[in-house]
């Protein structure tokens, strides 16, 4: 099978696209159609391996409409993916338009084909996992691949061509814009009313540091959450700590952050990601009505962090949290062992574990010192009552979409079935 599957009247391309954690958080829109936001942020894109959306777009002339099936179940396209849909196909109008005589198959014009599109998460949805930064990342670079709008001249045609895929992701979900690149990404704000300058930058490619490792703490999620959509908004019009967070902490935490990247110094960028995470929290808190999106179990993870740190005596382990209680930990892989082993001797339940290197400490290979750590923790913070954590992801950084054979449309552009 090859990567594009067409015959000589369609195309179909299907990518994966990975997931991104931020540690300077992106909350709140400067302007609300084009997605622009109030301060920059910064994210780590997690390992496709273990966390990736899969979307396979198929174009025709055939088709009498656009059709899209999410886990092999037809929906409705959402206003998000039509936004993106739009925008592509508007590009791919350009490119027409430019080159008239190639582009035109069947007397309709590409653009003018209709769309089947499939998309799948490798992580079940009740992870409670925000899916549509991957997802929309996912579906932008389908769409850049089918409609030819990545431009494979030489290198910095190519990079151009992957921030404009950033910001036709950008339309559909901020966050998704740093999906588009691997590594450490910054989404740099801008500054100007049309959205052209705020786009995401790549700060470091995994390669760089490749020994940043991340255990997602899946937390038990009854209560219905406030959307980071509107609760953002509701940030933007009501706290004045969010004021004070733009004028003077933002931007200065996003430079150290990025030094601290690029030096390699696990400390600082472990000391700006706790604190730019209690201070997301707390903007939340100071929003009228407040959003709470931290439970007690988010609140037992961060005391864990804290005691570990001090246990040890250095910074080898941070937390971040989003719109919601599951806690994201960071750390260096020398000290994998040690996390693991000392998180499974403070839960008082063995949750659902995907990785074999994980479940193999779980299961008894638990460090000295982890247990030594834990000993010191008793008596300052109770352990983590069952039920708490109900699944830990592990995983670590990696690279941004990738085009990818195993595609969930048949050559005729419809869902494969399992
Ligand atoms: C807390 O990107 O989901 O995860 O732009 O409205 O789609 P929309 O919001 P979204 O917000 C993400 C907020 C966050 C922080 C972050 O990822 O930077």
Redesign the pocket.
């Known amino acids: 099978m090859t990567q594009t599957q067409a015959t000589k009247d369609s195309i179909q391309k299907t990518c994966i696209a990975p997931v ?3 540690v ?4 709140g ?1 400067r302007d ?1 159609e084009l ?1 622009l ?1 109030t301060n920059s ?3 780590v894109t997690l390992d496709t391996a273990d966390l990736h959306t899969r979307t396979t777009v198929h174009v025709s002339p055939e088709f009498d409409g656009d059709k899209f099936w999410l886990n092999g179940v037809e929906e409705a396209l959402n206003k ?1 993916m039509k936004t993106v849909l739009n925008e592509a196909r508007s590009r791919r109008r350009e490119l027409e338009n430019s080159a008239p005589r190639e582009s035109s198959v069947h007397g309709k014009p590409i653009s003018e084909w209709s769309v089947h599109i499939a998309s799948m998460n490798n992580f079940p949805t009740a992870a409670g996992l ?1 899916s ?2 991957s997802g ?1 990342a996912c579906l932008a670079s389908t769409l850049a691949y089918v409609y030819g709008l990545i431009d494979e001249k030489n290198e910095m045609a190519i990079q151009r061509s992957w921030t404009s895929v950033s910001q036709l992701a ?1 339309i ?5 814009c ?1 999906s588009i690149f691997g590594g450490f990404v910054e ?1 740099v704000m801008g500054g100007s009313s049309d959205g052209s300058d705020s786009m995401a930058v790549q700060v470091a490619p995994k390669a760089h540091w490749p020994e940043m490792r991340a255990l997602i703490l899946v937390a038990n999620d009854e209560k219905k959450e406030v ?6 908004q509701t940030t933007v019009e009501t706290s004045t700590l969010f004021k004070h967070r733009l004028r003077e902490v933002v931007d200065t935490r996003t430079e150290e952050i990025k030094d601290a990247i690029k030096n390699k110094d696990f400390a600082k960028f472990a000391e700006i990601t706790m604190l730019d995470s209690n201070q ?1 929290h707390s903007v939340c808190l100071d929003t009228y009505p407040p959003i709470f ?1 931290l439970n007690a179990t988010s609140k037992l993870i961060i005391r864990f962090v804290h005691l570990f740190n001090e246990a040890l005596g250095r910074i080898a382990l941070c937390y971040t ?3 919601g209680p599951n806690a994201v930990l960071y750390f260096i892989e020398k000290d994998f062992e040690l996390v693991s082993g000392t998180i499974a001797c403070m839960l008082e339940e063995v949750p659902g574990i995907d990785s074999p290197q994980v479940k193999k400490i779980f299961s008894g290979d638990i460090p000295v010192q982890s247990n030594e750590i834990a000993d010191s923790m008793r008596g300052k913070m109770r352990k983590i009552p069952p039920g708490g954590v109900k699944r830990i992801i592990s995983t670590r950084v990696g690279d941004g979409p990738q085009l990818v054979s195993e595609s969930l449309l048949d050559q005729s552009g419809y869902p494969i079935l399992k």
Do not use: E, H, Q, V
Not at 24 to 27: A, D, G, P, R
Not at 227 to 232: C, F, I, K, W
């Open positions: 991104n954690i931020a300077i958080k992106y909350w829109k609300t997605i936001p942020s910064l994210s998000r925000a549509s930064a929309l950008r559909g979900s901020g966050s998704a740093r989404w959307s980071s959509t509107s609760g953002m997301f999106y949290f989003d719109a």
